[in-house]
């Protein structure tokens, strides 16, 4: 069998870019045309192509390094950095917001929700600061309501270092990659009124579900069964499936669990890396949004925050009526509807340009900062594993 150890992912990153701008158009709410396509009304399910890649990657860069205790701190330490530094950076510029909503609330009365309460307590302030926000400790979202997602992510990576760590061979592994997927789905059939909707309740067992999934798939792909179906054909096949999924079958809650499988064979298919979408997909500007995806992911909703909170207190300040206020949300509704279409592409471009920027400047360096406590701390131990 020949070594792909250190095969490198350009097309899936591409992939993780473009969900990530689905998911942030998903957001938005501007009622164009766009806005109530099949795609973007679906692209919530992206959360769970983003566990796959995640446990698919994951599993291919550590699972064969994960041999010591001192080891999986390393991995652990290096996955704090490369979550916590943006996260924290955009809970604190919202929680400067929501000072500001105070005052002006003091001046202005009538805010919908009284500042500092609900999802915005200063309790959720510290469940966010030790990314535990999703464990159970909340009924809805609270802050940046995404960050849902990398709250789970982050505990599912110690469960992934506490179960390689013990079991040496590659069957075991595999096995148990199988109990803590089907656990996971196992969870949320049982004891979510959700379903793969689920978020802050049972958000940790889906994902697992996802996540192991992708440990899974990793295992398929390090056999090399999949050159024979890769290729033009084989990308074009799954990604019509994966688009006919995502047209037809969100809304019945029993179909909704087969998002994850399906993610793990799109993932398996492009991870070859053999077709013509593939080479599309390792192209510059593709690579560029896979590179800011994590900050397109995190940094949209703090966007939709400023945006809607500005025009909530022009409304207020001013008299303006900008807002359709529909079931406690507004929504921005502009005629001819093609308007709301061009705002939400510049929205788009807006959250791009800036992701880059959050990348360069916050991401990057505070990834590096952790990255270096973790080598450290591999030369004070003598591990060369971590």
Known sequence: MTDRSHHRFGVLDGWRGICAALVALHHVEFHGWLYFQPLIRNAWLFVDFFFVLSGFVIAHAYEDRLDS?????????????????????????????????????IRYPGLDQIPFSGDRAPFAI?????????????????????????????????????????LRGRAARIVAAIVLAAGGAFVLARWSRYGMRETVGWGFARCLYGFFTGVLAHAVWRSGVMRHVAGTAGEMLVLAGALAFLTFVPGDLAWEYAATPLFAAVVLVFAEEGGALSRLLNTRPAAALGRWSYSIYMIH???LVVLFSGLQTMERVFGLSVLTHRNGSAALDLHPLVLDDLLMAGFLALTVALAALSWRFVERPGQRWFNRRAERYALETGDKNT
């Open 69 to 105: 205790g001192r080891a999986a701190f390393g991995f652990v330490l290096r996955r704090f950095g490369r979550l916590w530094p943006l996260h924290v950076t955009i809970l604190a510029i919202m929680v400067a917001l929501e000072i500001g909503h105070a005052i002006v609330d």
């Open 126 to 166: 510290l469940t966010n600061l030790f990314l535990v926000q999703s464990l159970g400790f909340h009924n809805d979202l609270t802050w940046n309501g995404p960050s849902w997602s990398i709250s789970t992510e982050f505990w599912t990576y110690i469960v992934f270092a506490a179960a390689t760590l013990p």
């Open 301 to 303: 909703m703090l966007l």
